[in-house]
């Protein structure tokens, strides 16, 4: 990851040195994934201006300004493992990522990442989302993600729907329109191991109460955020959190009519960092709807502590 481009170093040549230690093609794969993420930087600037030209992607360019956006991840990644004689292609797709809101439906292909193969396997890489995030001030901020190195389809299909359907490598092929209505689920969703109880959906229309069931590890601890439309405005007191027969019930009681967004944070119980936003929902209130108290504010660790049902 320390290894620095020479001045007008061919690709190939600096390929060869980021790869020169690996013992076999899974060590070379996994080289070139870490050496780009950890040197090619999310061009925000020309993302925002709408000013993403097929120059600025070209491999060749992308190792030059060392930024790019998805697709020069992309295509750099694929030159790369080409030329250590890796079956690779690039795969073009929907993804869930920023910007993206809960209800929303794209209409137009908007992510590039990667298909491998190795000892006869397809595997999956998504370079872009393993550098780091885009922050609420429209930063890139590089935060190393070993998540998305030979991701597993299982997970990547909630957040990415190639439009080849062949790169999906999951049992049950799905639909734009059933990827559309997926819930917005976040890597810590996957990283902690939460389970949907039931059919959950992307987005509700609650005309009383709603109420949600996972399956989660005791472990796992859990916080809720409800946001207003704008986002700019968070209301206490609303969700309810408990334990039942193995299962971790949620229920909501908007405080209003208007739309929502209802945010599950997850974190281990003895992780020290802050929660991470692991489930996403658009909430609909009628406006017939009659607002409530809503629940007494209590805790998690609370609520375990005192066995409250």
Known sequence: KNIKQNENEPIYTLTD??????NNEFEKVRAIYIWITK?????????????ITSEKVKPINVLKTKKTVCSGYANLFDVMVKHINIPTEVVSGFAKGYGYKPGDIMVNSNHAWNSIQLDGQQYLIDCTWGSGYISDEDKFVRSYREY???????????????ENPEFQMINKIIS???????????RSFFENRINFVGNHRVGYVVENELSLSFKIDDKIKLFCKLKDESEENTYDGVTY???????????LRPPSSGNFFLQILSKTEDDANSYSGSIEYLITVPENYQSNSGFIKAWYDQIEKYNVS
């Open 17 to 22: 040195r980021i790869t020169k230690n690996s």
């Open 39 to 51: 040197n090619i930087s999310y061009d925000m600037e020309s993302y925002l201006s709408n000013n």
């Open 148 to 162: 998305y190195f030979l991701v597993d389809p299982d997970f990547l299909i909630w957040t990415h729907l190639p």
């Open 176 to 186: 734009k329109d059933e990827f559309d209505i997926l819930p917005h689920v976040s």
């Open 241 to 251: 959190i408990t334990k039942q027969d193995g299962n971790t019930n949620i229920k």
